[in-house]
């Protein structure tokens, strides 16, 4: 893959509690680019109000957030950085 | 030779061989240090000005029938089971269970390796933790930076306990009506979990400790000693207290599936065999399991597999047993595993007080002698069992 091109990343922190989900959501920020995309596959319920409140407070694009296949799905773009 | 290889001396290796030579199996444990440090005790170390006796020779702590090599590990040929050591030394094996820890890695941050050379950590060793009492001892006053620089670190409570053991300090020094003390963290919050968080948050308010959530350390300035995060926002301060970003051990594996991006092992999260393979495991800090870096955890899984190389049934069930040192003379456990969440387990000064004589028992635990005690006391402190004891402290961080 062109390492200059942006990319979609999928990060499945399913069955993690406790840092949880915000943990690979930190890593996964640290190591993306701008126009990046991060797909956050969780299953502990704390990590809706988690994202929202990260894509706020980062001025980054929660795209959509939505159950699937008994996951919580979120898609996060990369703004600022 | 074959047998069992253990690679690394820490707390899960060493319990792990000394459980197996009781069973009569042939061990050889390989280490890269002649010695074994109980890395808790860096904590008051650096910011109590504790003493430092928290290191044992670690072959007097093996029993006299497991085989010890001093060497350092650079390679792991999983398909041949072999492993190699920079002297050229190699180890066959019939399993392996890798148990070589975390090591802190400042330079993975720019600036920060010249900051902990300055003014050292708690996470890097007895040398760095007493260079951080020195500049503890001549802060006259300013301001006092203090979190983690990666989400994930060894020890997750450590970075807000050393924040309350540092506001404690600075009060007894008459110091603290002359700081600002700021916290920072990664996480949206004082604590990850959230019922912790309940008992924590409050706490750091109270003492006037000023906390700036999702701020993840992008980049430290030494001269001006600002503190920059990916997020976009900046600490200035005169005393940074950074805790290190951690990787896994600098080993090279065959298969390289085998490791992370960190140089954490992949391993099942409840058999613990490392991914593709059928006899080598991984225990404790090295792995990329889903649980905190802890003591507890790195004992509890050294059972787990112990269990499975007798041939018994046995899973890791994500356990953890953190030990939190609130500064205030009391003290609570987080306390969690993959099927229920952390417990609000409320502060009492016993449970600092065991957090204490951890200092002296460690030593003994790693004998393997008192399993059935720990196997009573883990299993009395389930999470599950927590929850029914104390039915309102018990909450689903769900929001
Ligand atoms: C400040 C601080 C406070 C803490 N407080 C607590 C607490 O209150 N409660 C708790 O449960 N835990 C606590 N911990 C964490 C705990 O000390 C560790 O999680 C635990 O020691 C991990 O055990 P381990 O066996 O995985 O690794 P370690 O004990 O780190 O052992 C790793 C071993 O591998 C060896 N090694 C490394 N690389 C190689 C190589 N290439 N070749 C050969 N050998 C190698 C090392 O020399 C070492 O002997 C704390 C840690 C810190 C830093």
Known sequence: MDAGATRRRVVDARDKSCPGPITDLALAYRRSKIGDVIELWATDPGVRADVRAWAAKTGNELVSLEDKSGAIVSVLRILRR | ?399
């Open chain 2, 1 to 399: 030779m074959g047998g069992v290889l253990i690679l690394g001396g820490g707390t899960g290796g060493t319990l792990l061989a000394n459980m197996l030579a009781r069973r009569g199996i042939e061990i050889t444990v390989v280490s890269e240090s002649p010695e074994h440090l109980f890395q808790p005790a860096l904590l008051y170390i650096a910011l109590a000005g504790a003493g430092a006796d928290i290191v044992r020779d670690e072959r007097a702590l093996l029993a006299k029938r497991v085989r010890f090599a001093r060497e350092r590990i650079v390679r792991v040929n999983l398909a041949a089971h072999r492993a190699e050591a920079a002297s050229g030394a190699r180890f066959d094996y019939d399993s392996l269970v890798v148990a070589t820890g975390a090591r802190a890695e400042p330079a993975q941050i720019p600036g920060l390796a010249e900051i902990a050379e300055r003014y050292g950590n708690y996470h890097s060793g007895i040398t760095a933790a007493q260079k951080l009492w020195k500049a503890l001892d001549s802060f006259r006053g300013g301001t006092v930076a203090v979190g983690q620089a990666s989400p994930i670190c060894v020890c997750p409570p450590s970075p807000v306990e050393g924040v309350l053991l540092i506001d404690k300090l600075l009060r007894r020094r008459w110091l603290r009506s002359k700081s600002r003390l700021i916290f920072f963290t990664p996480f949206p919050r004082t604590y990850p979990a959230e019922p912790i968080n309940e008992i924590v948050e409050p706490l750091l308010k109270a003492r006037g400790i000023e906390v700036k959530t999702f701020f993840d350390v992008d980049r430290v300035e030494p001269a001006s000693r600002t503190i920059f995060s990916i997020e976009g926002e900046r600490i200035d301060c005169d005393l940074p207290i950074i805790v290190p970003p951690v990787c896994g051990a600098d080993v090279a594996y065959e298969p390289d599936g085998a490791l992370n991006a960190d140089r954490f092992i992949a391993v099942d999260k409840k058999t613990l065999r490392i991914k593709d393979t059928d006899s080598a495991y991984a225990i404790g800090d090295a792995t990329d399991l889903p649980t905190s870096k802890a003591g507890a955890g790195a004992h509890l899984q050294a059972k787990t597999v112990f269990r499975e190389l007798m041939g018994e049934p046995a899973e890791f069930n994500g356990r953890t047993h953190c030990a939190f040192d609130l500064g205030n003379g009391t003290g609570t456990f987080v306390i969690s595993s993959y099927s229920a969440p952390a417990v609000r387990y409320p502060p009492t000064r016993i449970k600092r007080l065991m957090k204490m004589l951890m200092g002296r028992v460690y030593w003994l635990s790693l004998s393997g002698l008192f399993e059935t005690i720990f196997n009573w006391y883990f299993s009395w402190t389930a999470p599950e069992r927590l929850a029914a004891r104390w039915p309102r402290f018990w909450r689903r961080a769900n929001r």
